[in-house]
């Protein structure tokens, strides 16, 4: 797959990439990308990766489906861009028909898309106070929503995502996540929020709370059908909006095509993005529809709000994962994981206090002699780098930065996934020994 476009080895782009580009961009692994097909990534110095990492859960499809290349070069050779709001296409009316149909709950829906997953939530918080009059955002500590100014105070995690960049804007207020791994449960979180509304804001002045069933950058740690069925009442019983920003978790990732379905909750509003369009930046807000039909004409829009790549490319991947049977793949995937690792866990890797996920969002979190209380971090980067050595590129994420998250495409075979599985086996393996 070697390109000859392809100029420089890892280091020595690496440098320009030093000298070019300001250091607040990070990229956690330092190869830089030739090409990549469904599960495998090959660098400018020619070698093989099984890619876990599918650039942070967006190719749930594998990378360059060409199904998916196909209808954009189609789309491509009739226009690429008109901006919707002056001349509107049929694929994105298309996609949101779709995508209503397909919204957890009987309510009738209507979608906006958007680019960025940022954008999907800005806009979420902008529809929910046009409806409710309220001003009130409740997220959670943990969480992650975006980078831009608004996502980024809904964010739940200051270092390095908020540190330098305030003031915030105002009446986002953060709720601890229910982790009970940690020793917080469900009912501690409720409590806490409703702390919250006794020490903060009054629940008649939230517009929304808004929480990732699964928290992505967070750690993977899973909201139980108990916590967002009590999220749901409580916020009927106010009249609070509940958003859910399935931006990581949606489109067939936890064996569902959006995790919320677990619980059997409707939301009210719905955030998407990454996995729709198998890699072509487009993102969306599914809502209720009296609820999306809130803000005035011309209040919501974008220039590229909704590119017509991303339109075809979503109709697509909603193909795919019915084709496919991707949800079926995600948990047959995510089952494999589960066992190598509770395995390698009852063989004496105590570093792996926990294994936990949905489907293929699946988790472990490294601590020191199993301890819940004692994270390992440093363990952490080193079996992200030694993993990398062995040709498996994985993320790691968490509010303790200590847990190695696994996304795989989920058209990987499971032969693709045991390679992985194997390599992975060796990293932890020598840890083991280092640790006896
Ligand atoms: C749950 C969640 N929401 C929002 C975002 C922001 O998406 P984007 O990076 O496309 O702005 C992310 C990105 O990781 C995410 O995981």
Redesign the pocket.
């Given at each position: 797959m070697g390109n000859d476009t392809v100029k420089g080895s890892n280091k020595s782009l690496w440098a320009r990439r030093e000298r070019a580009i300001p250091r607040a961009l990070t990229s956690l692994h330092q190869r830089f990308a030739d090409t990549a097909r469904n599960t495998a990534l090959v660098d400018v110095e020619g070698r093989e990766y099984i890619d876990f990492a599918t650039g942070?859960?967006v190719c749930n499809t594998g990378h360059s489906d060409p199904r998916i290349v196909a209808a954009v070069k189609a789309q491509l050779d009739r226009f690429s861009h008109l901006c919707f709001q002056v001349t509107p296409y049929e694929s994105y009316v298309e996609l949101a028909e779709k995508l209503n149909a397909l919204a957890p709950g009987p309510t009738p829906k209507k979608t906006i898309f958007l680019t960025?997953?940022?954008?999907?939530?800005e806009n979420a918080v902008k529809i929910a106070r046009a409806h409710t009059g309220r001003r009130g955002i409740i997220t959670f500590q943990g969480?992650?929503?975006?980078?831009?100014l608004l996502?980024m105070a809904m964010t739940g995690k200051v270092a390095p995502y908020k540190a330098r960049f305030g003031p915030m804007p105002s009446d986002v207020f953060h709720v601890r996540f229910p982790i009970p791994y940690h020793g917080f449960g469900d009912d501690d979180a409720l409590a806490a929020l409703q702390a919250t509304f006794a020490a903060s804001i009054e629940p008649a002045a939230v517009a929304a709370i808004v929480i990732?069933p699964v928290l992505?950058?967070g750690g993977f740690y899973v909201a139980s059908p108990y916590f967002l069925q009590s999220l749901r009442k409580l916020c009927d019983q106010h009249g609070i909006l509940l958003i859910c920003?399935?931006?990581?978790?949606g489109f067939a990732r936890t064996g569902r095509l959006f995790a919320s379905e677990y619980a059997g909750i409707e939301p009210d509003i719905m955030?998407i993005?990454?996995a729709m369009a198998g890699g072509f930046p487009i993102?969306g807000v599914i809502g209720k529809a009296a609820i999306m039909d809130s803000p005035d004409p011309g209040g919501l829009g974008g220039t590229y709000a909704g590119s017509p790549l991303g339109c075809v490319a979503g109709l697509e991947v909603l193909k795919i994962i019915e084709g496919d049977r991707l949800c079926e793949r995600a948990n047959a995937i995510g089952g494999l994981i589960r066992k190598r690792l509770e395995a390698l866990r009852s063989a004496g890797a105590r570093f792996i206090g926990d294994v936990r996920g949905l489907g293929a969002m699946m988790a472990m979190e490294l601590v020191v002699d199993g301890d819940p209380q004692k994270p390992d971090p440093a363990l952490t980067k080193a079996i992200v780098a030694d993993a990398a050595e062995l040709g498996l590129l994985l993320l790691s994420c968490g509010i303790r930065s200590n847990v190695i998250r696994f996304l795989p495409a989920l058209t990987a075979s499971d032969a693709t996934v045991n390679e992985a599985l194997d390599r992975l086996e060796k990293v932890l393996r020598a840890r083991m020994s280092k640790a006896a």
């Open positions: 942070i859960a960025t997953g940022a954008e999907a939530l969480g992650y929503h975006g980078r831009t996502t990732e992505g950058e920003d399935e931006v990581q978790s955030t993005a990454k993102s």
